[in-house]
């Protein structure tokens, strides 16, 4: 290599260096955005699962246990339709969709667009459903204060280690859809394990969105994040 | 499928960089992917040679250097390095390991010309 330039000597080719992280652009939104909701004192939560875990129905039922006490807003990930959201108004929390077409993750920017919407209230739980999937919202960073894992008693107890990357990602972990344990194989302290396999410093709750069961623990889980972000 | 918008990345910062030297094209590009990032590198290539068409890394050739993350057994405090989060401990056979790095994704240089 030239020392001068740092070209390669023959048909003027030069090596430059560059130096940048691929997720460079994500982490500068999600920084803009975990700015914007901590000057605001609002908790945001990343809801990440595999489809039909659950994600809406809780949102429902934690929706209507705070109404009247906490304001929540809900940015919904989808690839299509707006029904989600249409689900999470009737339910009483303002909702903005955002569907990524052929994408399989929300991204920091699509969620600045849609806080800009929301325009959430001063000491708000914000949640962010991301699109059901347990593999690509692992790595993109939106700006929240947790991830919330959610799986179904339904998906087997091994789920946290075939997908670790997720699970490791998450602070906490909603077993959900309790009530069909009589008709499964599955052991929930089996599932915990597994979760703590790829991550000893997961937390778990299991629940009921149906039900309600569980639910204080996860309402206390939220009031606990809420004090930490109002400092 | 996240790979496709790194991909997407990839060629932006190859072709700002190249663009800010005044380069006619990006020869090669040099990639650290981290063996814990959650990427595929196969997947981070198929979806380059979409993403790169049309602009002036077209013709680029993605060279890859994987870098594996580091383990440390809990139990016997044996450190090495992992390609993978579930583990067992070489040294004592202990499942208790902490993993830490091998999650870099980023392009270190580029050839133009």
């Known amino acids: ?231 | 499928m996240h790979e496709l918008s790194l991909a997407c990345e990839i060629v932006d910062l190859a072709c700002e960089t190249a663009a800010r030297e005044g380069a006619a094209a990006v020869e090669t590009i040099e990639l650290e992917v981290g063996l814990l990032s959650g990427v595929m590198a196969d997947a981070l290539v198929f979806g380059f040679e979409a993403a790169c068409r049309g602009t002036i890394a077209e013709d680029a050739r993605i060279e890859l250097e994987p870098v594996p993350g580091r383990g440390e057994c809990r139990a016997c405090g044996r450190v090495f390095s992992l390609d993978a989060f579930l583990v067992k401990c070489p040294g004592c056979g202990a499942a208790g390991v902490e993993v830490s790095g091998g999650d870099v994704l980023r392009i270190k240089a580029i050839t133009v010309r």
């Open chain 1, 1 to 231: 290599m030239c020392g001068d330039c740092g070209c390669s000597g023959e048909n003027g080719s030069r090596r430059l260096a560059v130096e940048r992280d691929l997720l460079a652009a994500n982490a500068g939104a999600a920084a803009a955005n975990r700015a914007f909701f901590a000057e605001r004192g609002i908790l945001a939560l990343n809801l990440v699962s595999s489809p039909g875990s659950g994600k809406t129905s809780i949102l429902e039922r934690t929706i209507a246990e705070f109404a009247g006490t906490v304001p929540v807003a809900v940015i919904e990930g989808d690839q299509q339709t707006a029904n989600d959201a249409e689900r999470i108004e009737r339910a009483g929390a303002r909702a903005v969709q955002v569907n990524t077409g052929s994408g399989c993750h929300l991204d920091a920017r699509m969620v600045a667009d849609a806080v800009a919407g929301l325009d959430p209230a001063p000491g708000s739980v914000v949640f962010i459903e991301n699109v059901g999937n347990l593999v690509c919202p692992a790595m993109f960073d939106l700006g929240e204060a947790a991830k919330v894992a959610i799986v179904s008693v339904t998906e087997g107890e091994d789920k946290p280690e075939k997908y670790p990357y997720m699970f490791r990602a998450a602070s906490l972990c909603l077993i959900n859809k309790t009530d069909l344990l009589p008709h499964l194989d599955c052991d929930p302290a089996r599932l915990r394990q597994s979760g703590l396999a790829v991550n000893p410093g997961l937390e778990f709750i299991e629940l009921n969105a149906k039900t309600g069961q569980g639910f204080s623990s996860w309402l206390d889980w939220i009031g606990r994040e809420r004090r930490r972000v109002a400092g």
